[in-house]
């Protein structure tokens, strides 16, 4: 197969279908050009095959020969050669991997220019001006992307040009200070590389290519790909195009646009827009942009036409399209489109509206609610749950509202000290002039991110939209110098805490109370859709230790509790002495009066979950942590027997404490092993749970208990502890003529016991797969230390596909998954099955789930709506 694809070259099937091979901005390209005919300018896409072979072996063999054998097509379609001395060719360079990625390399413009093409620019465009300020932006691109060079010394000279010209805006450079600028730049370039800058356009090309290779491997680019989850073996693809210019004069310009609008989902067109301009100067924010209607003002006609295409591209995508277009002297050029990104608010909307119909007659298009659920992701869900300020605050600049919802911390100027805050522990907000890809790492870590230039398709709105960060952008009035920012007379420092509503695009002084969000009516839609694809195969619940939780999640949408984890309740205040009582007790008549003062508290307890989840079924987890989990640490007691001296009591509880401490408690006496050592607690336990649902079931409720004992790794071990709650549950039911269907099931979480859950499930009525432990039983990793200490390593060096404590998709704990519930249905064949670990919230793992025959899944309340949406479209994946 050759590395490298003309736009328009002839493939088997639609270009679209190729991303794996030409990314998603080759396929695209190639099918603007060969399918929709578009005014496309042409160019080349060198595959994702040529990547890899890079990376693992360096530049591919027969590549250059393939290049240069494009590069003389385009010469001979344009009538041009690249860095003719007197017409020459100018292309572009991108990136273009399979997903859009922001952490990939920046794009490259005016590429082929050199002390001597750049005059035959000058001559063939009769336009010294123009030829002179695309080889200084040339010439501060490459240095800055391909080799290296920091770009605060482009920026001074620039500032430096500008001010000796007497002139605020770049295009009213004069062309003799540009040719001076062009100078300057150059001999930056040269001080900080040691060599001159390339003149040659075929070594400009290769190196610009072989950034673009490099930069899949860079920092930014491996951050983004494991927080997206993005395979790191995929590539990026490479698209060279010939170059089309926005800067030619006041006939011309560039723009960004979306058929519809990207933040609230209104069916209409918007976007930036600049005159005399190219698209680097709307994307980066440098200046500040007009929207289309007044592109309107500048450029009827062509308005119309782009109006069209933009109709023409939501017809054959059926989906919001994000497009990026160059006017050149009244021409119109359609530079790349995609699949736009989307607030969540503006995804719903969309979803919902697109199956009612765009467009008339043999125009009109529609998709299903299947597709319109497809559409919709987990993170969109989470956007519309984000907070909002709770009452209005004294406002001290206002920008756009670039991406939704509200955010307090604390104010950061650069990428790397918002990281190290971070990573302290504090709430960060990115404040910069405008971001770049260097900052993402930054803004990962950011609650939320403001701009002082930009606008809403700038790079800082369109990261933060795609990850549902509030983000205000183009806060014009922000000034920021150093370590500090103004507002008129206002100054805020580095460290002090502000707030954004990314909705209003208000920058609020000190920290606003926030509260949740209210979902738009079309969050309620999409979601009943989604029950009804998932009723009957796959339910969802969720994990709620108290009546409060539990009504949360019933409120939304939870179908019952898979995991209510009575040890929680010990740890309130007013329990946690009379849990010490039980430990401490040195009598069986002193554990059974402890043990009498839990059941009255437990019972209250599990009335009030089991009132809120009437008729809903709740899954009671048995004691599971360790007992030295409810005394106070050794080492504390120990240092302060040293310094004061410990009371009687404190006494007792120190050698409590060292009497039931473990050197690894996580395997230790916790779980059903505990219920072996004592098994008066488990009995409480059950007696507390059965007698809250007789209360309610005479009050006319409906409770639905289901009983789970933790950790069992053996037949043996569930039989017995089945045997103390089947005591409990005979002498409870004793005498009622119809009596409630009380199940008796087990977590499973231990390799073994997923291995030999067809021994198991001979002893019980359901599993639950607890994926937290299974994990990290699994690894040998502990949770609490392996994911800030080694996990980003592992991600970022291909160790590890994915954090298998966010995902199980690929970790393999997966497979004991599939292999404890096809082992416990032989068994026993109406075995209901569910899963309770962190993972009952995460979209691949779900999808996993449903394929291997799971009833269920579980999560915390505020996953529920993301579990509800997730389980629809992994069954609608499946067919």
């Known amino acids: 197969m050759p590395y490298v694809y003309a736009f328009d070259h002839k493939h088997r099937r639609p270009p679209m279908e190729y991303k794996d091979l ?62 003719d001395p007197f017409d020459p060719l100018l292309v572009s360079v991108r990136s273009g991997a399979k997903f859009s990625m922001p952490g990939m390399m920046d794009t490259v413009l005016n590429l082929g220019l ?33 080799l290296d060079v920091d770009g605060e010394p482009f920026e001074e000279a620039l500032d430096a040009a500008k001010a000796k010209a007497g002139v605020k805006l770049d295009n009213l450079i004069p062309a003799d200070a540009l040719k001076a600028l062009c100078k300057d730049y150059l001999a930056i370039v040269e001080k900080a590389t040691g060599s001159p800058f390339p003149q040659k356009p075929r ?48 006939n011309s310009g560039t723009g960004v646009g979306f058929t519809r609008n990207a933040a609230t989902g209104e069916n209409k067109p918007y976007g930036d827009f600049l005159v005399n301009a190219q698209g680097e100067d709307v994307v980066a924010g440098i200046r500040n942009t007009e929207d289309l209607d007044h592109m309107k003002k500048h450029f009827p006609v062509i308005h119309g036409d782009l109006m069209e295409i933009f109709r023409r591209l939501e017809r054959h995508y059926t989906d919001m399209c994000d497009t990026e277009f160059t006017i050149e002297q009244g021409t119109l050029w359609m530079l790349q489109t995609r699949v736009g990104k989307r607030t969540g608010a503006a995804a719903l909307k969309m979803a919902v ?141 580095k460290g002090d805490v502000i707030s954004l509503d990314g909705t209003t695009g208000e920058v609020v002084l000190g920290a606003m109370e926030l509260r949740a969000a209210e979902p738009p009516p079309e969050f309620e839609t999409i979601l009943k859709w989604a029950d009804v694809v998932r009723k009957g195969k796959l339910g969802v619940r969720a994990n709620a230790d108290t009546g409060e939780d539990a009504t949360n999640a019933r409120e939304l949408g939870a179908e019952g509790i898979g995991l209510c984890r009575t040890e929680h309740m010990f740890l309130a205040p007013d329990r946690l002495p009379v849990v010490r009582e039980m430990i401490l007790a040195s009598t069986p008549a002193q554990e059974e009066a402890a043990l009498e003062k839990l059941r009255a508290v437990q019972e209250a307890d599990f009335m009030e979950i089991l009132d809120a989840m009437d008729g809903l079924p709740v899954t009671v987890r048995l004691l599971d942590p360790p007992l030295h989990e409810f005394l106070p640490s050794v080492e504390e007691l120990r240092v302060k027997e040293a310094s004061k001296g410990l009371t009687k009591k404190e006494q007792e509880l120190l050698s409590a404490a060292e009497t039931w401490a473990e050197h690894n408690p996580m395997i230790g006496t916790r779980g059903v092993r505990l219920g072996v050592i004592k098994p008066g607690l488990y009995a409480m336990q059950v007696r507390a749970l059965l007698s809250a649902a007789a209360k309610l079931r005479a009050l006319g409720k409906k409770p639905i208990v289901e009983i789970m004992i933790p950790l069992t790794v053996t037949r043996e071990e569930m039989a017995l502890a089945r045997s103390w709650v089947q005591v409990e549950v005979d002498s409870a039911l004793k005498g009622m003529k119809r ?111 449903y394929n291997a025959g799971l009833d269920y899944v579980s999560c915390s309340p505020f996953r529920v709506p993301i579990a509800r949406l997730s389980a629809a479209q992994a069954i609608i994946a499946a067919g």
């Open 22 to 83: 030409l990314g998603g901005k080759g396929a695209n390209l190639a099918e603007m050009t060969s399918v929709l005919k578009l005014p496309v300018p042409p160019g080349f896409t060198i595959s994702t095959d040529a990547c890899r072979d890079y990376m693992h072996g360096g530049w591919p063999e027969g590549l250059d020969e393939e290049i240069a054998k494009q590069v003389f097509k385009l010469e001979k379609a344009m009538g041009r050669k690249l860095g």
């Open 114 to 146: 050199n002390d001597l093409s750049v005059e035959g620019l000058a001559h063939s465009t009769n336009d010294e001006r123009f030829a002179y300020d695309s080889y200084r932006r040339f010439i501060a691109m490459y240095g800055r992307i391909v």
């Open 203 to 250: 070594d400009q090309l290769d190196g610009a290519v072989a950034a673009v290779f490099k930069s899949w491997n860079g920092a930014r680019a491996i951050a983004y790909r494991v927080r997206e989850k993005i395979d790191h073996e995929l590539g990026t693809a490479v698209n060279v195009q010939t170059m089309v210019f926005g800067n030619r004069d006041d």
């Open 353 to 493: 509206d697109m199956t009612k119909g765009t467009g008339a007659g043999s125009n009109r298009w529609k998709i299903s609610r299947e597709e319109a659920l497809m559409r919709v992701s987990a993170d969109h869900l989470d956007a519309v749950l984000h907070p909002q300020f709770a009452s209005k605050g004294k406002v001290l600049a206002k920008g756009l509202g670039a991406s939704p919802g509200a955010a307090v911390g604390s104010v950061y100027f650069t990428a790397d000290e918002a990281a190290a805050a971070h990573e302290r522990g504090e709430q960060v907000i990115l404040v910069r002039n405008e971001t770049s890809p260097e900052d993402v790492h930054g803004m990962m870590a950011s609650q939320g991110i403001l701009t002082a230039r930009g606008g809403l398709v700038s790079h800082a709105a369109v990261v933060a939209r795609g990850w549902g960060t509030p983000a205000i952008v183009g806060a014009e009035d922000i000034k920021i110098k150093g370590d500090k920012f103004t507002v008129g007379d206002i100054e805020v420092n």
């Open 739 to 849: 009596k409630p269907n009380i199940t008796i099931g087990t977590m499973i979480e231990t390799p073994r016991a997923a291995i030999r859950a067809d021994e198991i499930a001979e002893v019980s009525d359901f599993f639950s797969f607890g994926t937290n432990d299974l994990t990290q039983l699994t690894f040998g990793f502990s949770r609490d230390d392996v994911e800030s200490r080694m996990m980003p390593q592992y991600l970022e060096q291909g160790l590890l596909k994915a954090n298998p404590f966010d995902t199980i998709d690929q970790s393999g704990v997966g497979d004991l998954v599939r292999m404890g519930a096809e082992r416990g249905r032989a068994t026993k064949p109406g075995l209901k099955l569910g899963v309770c670990g962190e993972h009952g919230g995460d979209p691949a793992s779900i999808d996993l789930f």
